[in-house]
């Protein structure tokens, strides 16, 4: 082809290197797939979007080893001040009374910082991404696909087995699939922006301002000031791309914004702003043959409760093992991609929307709530937030935990179980005897690839023969013959409850045999 020079490979092609994209470069990588990463933009840093990271996104991360990384960089004991009215009531963040987890706590880290610890993690890997790399075109014909990348350098024919598109909600991977984008626009928008303000504000504590517009947000993770300014408003008239930081605002606006809001601050400097028009959509399919959709491609919301980055993060963990495993034509496997992780997008969408009408709607009875019932509800809040339980149950709502895969074709069930996780469940963190050492469940399985825990009694012949994409535990705690299987993504994939034959057959299913 003329002009054009033909790449052979690889195994996975990843359009965008967001969280989503790094995320399922390096998943896929740990689990033996060979990974490209190319995105459009000439430079990695962009102002983050996301400031949150969730206990599960957290726990999903661990096997590949950077969430030492994130935490370094992160704040795990935030601290916010709500502001109601005259009352301000100052409210911990931090521990929470969660024992079936690693992470009890709330982690504020912002999305560079998330984007720059997995690059460095690939990059150790020997996977660089490519960024002034943009996906001009893609062909599919007979499951073979055919990616024309252009550069400054021309162009090239790449010939990956798999494309997934993380390429935001614009994506190009979708719209050339020919996906449908299910949804439709919001009536607010987000104003992001930079400050330094005259203010009588406590330092490094998030700040929220409950007034009759909507919440106003001040992190103290500004990347150009002090302070991270979110705020809603009636959206405005323009064709910038949903989802994405465009024109600027004036420094009027945003102190309109804070004035709105009732909170007694000047706008100082603002070296950074954008306004960002907002939408609620879920793609048709989340998987069309060869080409693959994740994180802001294959779903949108507002940033209502912390969901996008993370929920596509969980996206690109649940993909990334089945690209490397489907290696021998392994079509449940790839088609359980869409089958799980499509309803989870659409209870995150549900569970934003709720949230973001709180936060942000003009409907009168939210205006009330923020405008007149908060304000008097202040002086009980200290005594209700102090209450560990309550803390935990919000952070564990946040952290998704409905998404559970019963009805997965790789959730497989043989014999009666009468306690414990069910396949397709979060397999839980729970302390546990393995080779006569107490051992925390996500300790053992901290490391890529399948798991198996055998119960104390459960005997297997076959051990040498598992290969190396599967890991045994012996968990001497567990009374009983009984086998779990979990998944590179921290699934249970399968139990028995006795020394069952079924279980190559699982193995096999998944392409761990």
């Not at 991270?228 to 959206?235: D, E, F, V, W």
């Amino acid at each position: 082809m003329p002009g054009r020079h033909v790449v052979s490979g690889p195994d996975v092609l990843v359009v965008g290197a967001g969280p989503t994209g790094l995320t399922l470069a390096l998943q896929a990588h740990e689990h033996g797939a060979t990974v490209r990463v190319v995105d459009r933009r000439s430079e990695a840093f962009r102002r983050s979007r996301a400031m949150i990271v969730h206990s599960r996104t957290l726990e999903c991360l661990r096997p590949l080893g950077v969430t030492d990384a994130l935490l370094d960089r992160a704040d795990r004991s935030p601290r916010a001040q709500l502001h109601l009215g005259r009352r301000v009531v100052d409210v911990g963040l931090g521990e929470a009374a969660m024992r079936s987890t690693p992470y009890p706590h709330l982690t504020m880290v912002r999305q560079a910082d998330v984007e720059e610890v997995l690059a460095h993690a690939l990059s150790r890997r020997g996977v660089e991404v490519e960024w002034g790399v943009e996906l001009d075109a893609l062909e599919v014909a007979d499951e073979h696909t055919r990616a024309t990348l252009t550069s400054a350098g021309g162009q090239e024919l790449a010939t990956p087995r798999y494309v997934v598109g993380c390429d935001g909600p614009a994506s190009r991977v979708r719209n050339t699939a020919g996906i449908a984008w299910d949804g439709g626009p919001y009536r607010q928008e987000i104003v992001l922006a930079d400050l330094e303000l005259e203010a009588d504000l406590k330092p490094d504590v998030l700040h929220v301002v409950a007034g009759r517009a909507g919440l106003l947000f001040l992190f103290a993770l500004g990347e150009g000031a002090t302070w991270r300014l979110l705020g809603t408003r009636p959206a405005r008239d323009g064709d910038q791309p949903y989802g994405q930081p465009g024109e600027g605002v004036l420094a009027a606006e945003v102190q309109a914004l804070i004035d709105d809001a009732g909170l007694e601050a000047q706008v100082r400097e603002m070296p950074w702003s954008a306004r960002v028009r907002l939408q609620h959509r879920v793609a048709g399919e989340f998987r069309h043959g060869p080409l693959f959709l994740a994180g802001d491609a294959a779903h949108t919301h507002s940033p209502a409760a912390a969901q996008g980055m993370n929920t596509g993060i969980i996206d690109a963990v649940n993909l990334g093992w089945k690209l490397a495993y489907a290696d021998r034509g392994r079509s449940a496997l790839l088609d359980s991609y869409d089958r799980e992780r499509r309803p989870a997008a659409r209870q995150a969408l549900a569970l934003t929307h709720t949230v973001f009408f709180a936060e942000a709607s003009t409907h009168p009875l939210p205006h009330l709530l923020r405008g007149r019932v908060l304000p008097l509800l202040a002086p009980l809040l200290p005594v209700m937030l102090r209450q560990p339980h309550a803390m935990a149950a919000v952070i564990t709502l946040l952290s998704q935990p409905w998404v559970r895969y019963p009805g997965s074709a790789l959730s497989v069930t043989d014999g009666f179980l009468v306690r414990g996780p069910r396949p397709g469940d979060r397999l839980p963190d729970r302390v546990v005897t393995c080779a006569g050492r107490p051992e925390r469940l996500h300790d053992l399985t901290a490391s890529p690839g399948v798991h198996l825990l055998l119960a104390c009694d459960a005997v297997r012949t076959d051990l040498d023969r598992l290969g190396p994409r599967v890991t045994v535990h012996r968990i001497d705690s567990w009374p009983g013959t009984g086998i779990t299987a979990v998944r590179p993504d921290g699934h249970v994939g399968y139990r028995s409850a006795r020394d069952a034959h079924t279980l190559a057959d699982w193995l096999e299913l998944v392409g761990a045999a």
